[in-house]
């Protein structure tokens, strides 16, 4: 067990800065507050609840990633949609928990999303709160609170197998640890201990070895047009054709 150095959460988290985009959380509260108020919180996506400028959010970040990314299917959008904003998740909460030994209470009520803003997306915080850092409470807030909906919620709507969205988290989580270890070699050991201990969780699927994963799922990316396989997909080449459905 690695004991975890608390260190107090500045309101405008300035650690995570350094860490890249995707660890980045933008905070209302902050010492530079900001306000906006047109942004859906995470709890109305979640709920499918419409938006005042986007309508469904969701729908319009899948259709968004869609067109960037030429996707033939909808579902590949949203399977890639749905690892983006797990990644982001991931690398706010680990990132704060290995580096401060504390997280934010990133509830969903308290996220704002802009499904608009380009990759990785914009997080925004109401207001900066801390809780405990340690891999039960870091799950409770990411994988509870928010993957879980997310789960369902592209579950029902774009037919994606349950575990091919796991696996989806699993591989954000890991990629979210590579990157905390790149720049941070200070905080290794919290890290790998931290993700180790998430990556134990029943519903994260795939085999770890390290902070390597091999997922026992596919994100689907190969079927974008010049698109192939990920470092850590199940395929190890792409598959010329897979039945609708398979890849979960």
Request: glycine share 10%.
């Amino acid at each position: 067990m690695v004991l975890l150095l608390v260190v107090d959460l500045d309101p405008d988290l300035t650690a995570l800065r350094p860490l890249g985009a995707f660890f980045v959380l933008r905070t209302i509260g902050g010492t530079a507050a900001t306000s906006r108020p047109a942004l859906p919180t995470l709890a109305q996506v979640y709920e499918n609840r419409g938006s005042d400028v986007y309508g469904n959010a969701l729908t319009y970040r899948v259709q968004k990633v869609a067109g960037a990314l030429r996707a033939p299917e909808p579902r590949i959008a949203a399977s890639i949609a749905h690892q983006g904003l797990a990644a982001r998740l991931w690398s706010v909460a680990l990132g704060c928990a290995a580096v401060y030994g504390r997280i934010p209470d990133l509830a969903p009520r308290r996220l704002h999303w802009d499904p608009a803003a380009s990759a990785p997306g914009d997080l925004w915080l109401d207001e900066v709160e801390p809780l405990p850092g340690d891999a039960e409470t870091v799950a409770d807030v990411v994988l509870h609170g928010h993957l879980e909906p997310l789960t369902a919620a592209l579950h029902a709507e774009y037919r994606l197998a349950t575990g091919l969205l796991w696996g989806n988290a699993a591989s954000a989580l890991a990629g979210a640890a590579r990157q905390l270890l790149a720049h941070r070699p200070d905080v290794s050991a919290r890290t790998r201990d931290l993700t180790a201990g998430l990556l134990a969780h029943p519903l994260l699927t795939g085999t770890l070895d390290g902070t390597t994963l091999r997922r026992r799922s596919c994100c689907l990316y190969y079927r974008l047009p010049g698109g192939g396989v990920c470092g850590d997909c199940c395929f190890t080449r792409a598959p010329r054709s897979s039945p609708r459905g398979a890849s979960g």
